[in-house]
């Protein structure tokens, strides 16, 4: 069965430090691997897809990477506006889009 | 500024009524899906249509679940009678999938219709 586990389950930050989320899958033949921004009361904002391990994609402060197990978001220099829940989600043989249950991040000034 | 819209965003209702959410998908988007979002589950998929056909229904109860897209700007999704198990947020996701990759391309998604089943 497909699985998706992020960690850490929540992050705390202060304004300027550096951290990675992790997200760590199991899938029957990886098709894609995403990164969504969730805002409270919002649907999820798509940031990136990864297809295959050594893939690298950047936006701003983020930056994910993947391996063929797992697969890391970078923020670097976070400023409170990226605080937001960063849920990760698999694409595996059975062509469904699978959730992790999700990291809520908190940067403060 | 194209974007999925959902209408309600908010739905109280009794236990045993019908339910009915409406979404209408990114303008020249091929594929909808619909998501259902809780504390305890997370994000599921329940059901996604391509083209307005049908293609995995497999995440829905399908008992009490319906899910239709009548015409190419509107999908609906349905629940009769509804329980209180129901309650959570709805999410409809559009996005322009080509053949053979039905799942792996961007998907935009709306804002949410929260339910709540008394």
């Known amino acids: 069965e497909d699985q998706v586990t992020q960690s850490p389950e929540a992050l705390r930050l202060q304004e300027g430090e550096s951290s990675s989320l992790n997200c760590s899958y199991t899938v029957s033949g990886l098709r894609g691997l995403f990164w969504y921004r969730q805002d409270p009361g919002k649907g999820p904002e798509f940031l990136f897809t990864l297809y295959s391990a050594g893939e690298e994609k950047e936006k701003e402060r983020l930056k994910a990477t993947l391996t063929k197990k797992e697969s890391f978001l970078h923020i670097t220099a976070p400023k409170p506006e990226d605080s937001a829940t960063y849920l990760c989600a698999v694409v595996g043989g059975y062509n469904k889009l699978i959730f992790g249950a999700g990291t809520r991040l908190a940067v403060h000034p | 500024d194209a974007r999925v819209t959902q209408t309600p965003r908010h739905k109280v209702t009794e236990m045993g009524q019908e339910v009915t959410m409406r979404c209408q998908p990114i303008?020249?988007?091929?594929?909808v899906f619909w998501y259902r979002q809780t504390m305890m589950q997370g994000l599921e998929l329940l059901a996604y249509f391509r083209n307005r056909a049908p293609l995995d229904d497999s995440g829905m109860p399908k008992d009490r679940f319906s899910a239709e897209m009548p015409d190419a700007t509107l999908a609906t999704l349905k629940i009769q009678p509804s329980e209180p198990r129901d309650s959570a947020v709805y999410f409809c996701?559009?996005?322009?999938?080509?053949?053979?990759?039905?799942?792996?391309?961007?998907?935009?998604f709306g804002p949410g219709t929260r339910l709540t089943v008394l």
């Open positions: 303008l020249g988007h091929n594929t």
């Open positions: 996701a559009s996005g322009l999938i080509g053949d053979g990759r039905v799942v792996t391309d961007t998907q935009y």
